[in-house]
């Protein structure tokens, strides 16, 4: 999800300048994650990949919320450091599951629509988001929004990476075979997953070191929108030959 706040003390005025030109390009770069997001959900919902995938379709919905709500305020208006942390809050309970539920091996006779299967994880999501509400209704000091806010950035980081770490392994033991859009879904999941670690990271860096992480991140949203849109695009009606939807490993 695109990171809204930045933490620059003592910039001088021309890179508070730069920094107002990037947070127009941010804004028109989150406009289109929006707007390919949006495509692939309604790919998936044409496809009827919303049913053996139904985290992984919340989770694509909610970050197109949170995307549109951000580009609605716009950048270092009231509202996107609490709309931030209310997505890292929403984020860091729901992308283990996904991860699970697009990779793990289905056994034989397994029922793959269980109601726990999505039901727990998000349930677990909007408490979190609710106890992150809660709090900042409560109109703590802009330092301590911002310290939660950091907490929380990191959080969601470590999280990201033992995700990323998860796919690794599935990927290292090998999979059944399946059908290319689950191929597809899967290739999109860890290629956003890696990059949102490296971004991360990155990000975290930089802002030790008292530097823009801008540039970088724009690289990332860029890259996403570049392969959400390649997902879109690949997806294609099954043919009744392939392997089942739910089981498998990336070509």
Same mark, same amino acid.
């Given at each position: 999800?695109?990171?809204?706040?930045?933490?620059?003390?003592?910039?001088?005025?021309?890179?508070?300048?730069?920094?107002?030109?990037?947070?127009?390009?941010?804004q028109i770069l989150i406009g289109a994650v929006v707007t390919v997001?949006?495509?692939?959900?309604?790919?998936?919902?044409?496809?009827?990949?919303?049913?053996?995938?139904?985290?992984?379709?919340?989770?694509?919905?909610?970050?197109?919320?949170?995307?549109?709500?951000?580009?609605f305020l716009g950048s270092q208006q009231p509202g996107t450091l609490? @709309?931030?942390? #209310?997505?890292?809050?929403?984020?860091?309970?729901? &992308?283990?599951?996904?991860?699970? !539920? /697009?990779?793990? *091996?289905?056994?034989?006779?397994?029922?793959?629509?269980?109601?726990?299967?999505?039901?727990?994880?998000?349930?677990?999501?909007?408490?979190?988001?609710?106890?992150?509400?809660?709090?900042?209704?409560?109109?703590?000091?802009?330092?301590?929004?911002?310290?939660?806010?950091?907490?929380?950035?990191?959080?969601?980081?470590?999280?990201?990476?033992?995700?990323?770490?998860?796919?690794?392994?599935?990927?290292?033991?090998?999979?059944?075979?399946?059908?290319?859009?689950?191929?597809? @879904?899967?290739? #999109?999941?860890?290629?956003?997953?890696?990059?949102? &670690?490296?971004?991360?990271?990155? !990000? /975290?860096?930089? *802002?030790?070191?008292?530097?823009?992480?801008?540039?970088?991140?724009?690289?990332?949203?860029?890259f996403v929108i570049v392969i959400t849109a390649a997902c879109a695009?690949?997806?294609?009606?099954?043919?009744?030959?392939?392997?089942?939807?739910?089981?498998?490993?990336?070509?």
């Amino acid at each position: 999800m695109p990171r809204f706040y930045s933490k620059k003390h003592g910039a001088r005025r021309a890179a508070k300048i730069e920094t107002m030109s990037l947070d127009g390009i941010e804004q028109i770069l989150i406009g289109a994650v929006v707007t390919v997001t949006a495509f692939l959900l309604l790919r998936m919902m044409m496809l009827r990949l919303h049913d053996p995938f139904p985290l992984f379709t919340v989770a694509l919905g909610l970050g197109a919320v949170f995307d549109g709500a951000a580009v609605f305020l716009g950048s270092q208006q009231p509202g996107t450091l609490e @709309l931030y942390a #209310l997505s890292l809050a929403v984020d860091f309970f729901l &992308a283990p599951f996904v991860a699970l !539920e /697009l990779f793990r *091996t289905v056994h034989p006779g397994e029922d793959e629509k269980q109601s726990w299967r999505f039901i727990g994880p998000i349930a677990a999501s909007l408490f979190a988001g609710g106890f992150v509400v809660s709090y900042l209704t409560a109109n703590p000091e802009k330092e301590a929004r911002e310290g939660v806010v950091f907490i929380a950035f990191v959080l969601d980081t470590l999280m990201t990476f033992c995700v990323l770490g998860y796919l690794i392994s599935c990927l290292r033991r090998g999979m059944q075979p399946v059908e290319r859009n689950v191929r597809w @879904l899967r290739r #999109l999941f860890f290629l956003t997953t890696a990059a949102d &670690a490296i971004d991360n990271f990155v !990000e /975290l860096n930089l *802002t030790f070191l008292g530097l823009s992480e801008k540039p970088v991140h724009l690289t990332y949203v860029g890259f996403v929108i570049v392969i959400t849109a390649a997902c879109a695009f690949a997806l294609r009606k099954p043919r009744t030959e392939d392997a089942p939807a739910s089981t498998g490993t990336p070509s």
